[in-house]
T-cell receptor, first 113, second 110 residues
Framework: GAGVSQTPSNKVTEKGKYVELRCDPI?????LYWYRQSLGQGPEFLIY????????DSGLPNDRFFAVRPEGSVSTLKIQRTERGDSAVYLC???????????FGSGTRLTVV | QKEVEQNSGPLSVPEGAIASLNCTYSDRGSQSFFWYRQYSGKSPELIMSIYSNGDKEDGRFTAQLNKASQYVSLLIRDSQPSDSATYLCAVTRSNYKLTFGKGTLLTVNP
């Protein structure tokens, strides 16, 4: 596609449930990033993929969060046992190997009730 | 000390004026600097990048970098109501892991 696609655009889930957020990057982009943006804050880095592997997952807040990119294209961010504090907009971005400057997707707004 | 600091605003300027947005950062090893614009309810959009000291101009936008002072700024000339948005400063030493400020809300009044 022309841009970074994220689905769903909105997700409401109950506390304790499991959720998956999907990101489809720009075709040909080898690097993929996940960020989280809470209300009134700037985006916060979660994880960076180069190809299929997670090159840096230092931003994942705890072991309830996990992300995969099995074929080096689409990525899924998985959150187990969701908590109300996980409520935020989850942003995905991709770039070519140069890495300079991201193109963000439109985000998934996650609400945990 | 926060890693990237921005005045949260709101910064209000009249249409046609120059808007000046400022950002300071704490990591002296930072190599790349970016300005993103974020409209309410939308995702951030990259508008400027700067990598070396001095000024970089692109249309009505000028980014300024002073690594010695750990300071980055964005000037918007001839401000338009459509420039009203939150402007996010981001820095990185790694070229992939951006650290963002909280953003400055700019309002351009017709």
């Amino acid at each position: 596609g022309a841009g970074v696609s994220q689905t769903p655009s909105n997700k409401v889930t109950e506390k304790g449930k499991y959720v998956e957020l999907r990101c489809d990057p720009i075709s040909g982009h080898t690097a993929l990033y996940w960020y989280r943006q809470s209300l009134g804050q700037g985006p916060e880095f979660l994880i960076y993929f180069q190809g299929t592997g997670a090159a840096d997952d230092s931003g994942l807040p705890n072991d309830r969060f996990f992300a995969v990119r099995p074929e080096g294209s689409v990525s899924t961010l998985k959150i187990q046992r969701t908590e109300r504090g996980d409520s935020a907009v989850y942003l995905c971005a991709s770039s070519d190997m140069g890495g300079y400057g991201y193109t963000f997707g439109s985000g998934t707004r996650l609400t945990v009730v | 000390q926060k890693e990237v600091e921005q005045n949260s605003g709101p910064l209000s300027v009249p249409e046609g004026a120059i808007a000046s947005l400022n950002c300071t950062y704490s990591d002296r090893g930072s190599q790349s600097f970016f300005w993103y614009r974020q409209y309410s309810g939308k995702s951030p959009e990259l508008i400027m990048s700067i990598y070396s000291n001095g000024d970089k101009e692109d249309g009505r936008f000028t980014a300024q970098l002073n690594k010695a002072s750990q300071y980055v700024s964005l000037l918007i000339r001839d401000s338009q109501p459509s420039d009203s948005a939150t402007y996010l400063c981001a820095v990185t030493r790694s070229n992939y892991k951006l650290t963002f400020g909280k953003g400055t809300l700019l309002t351009v009044n017709p």
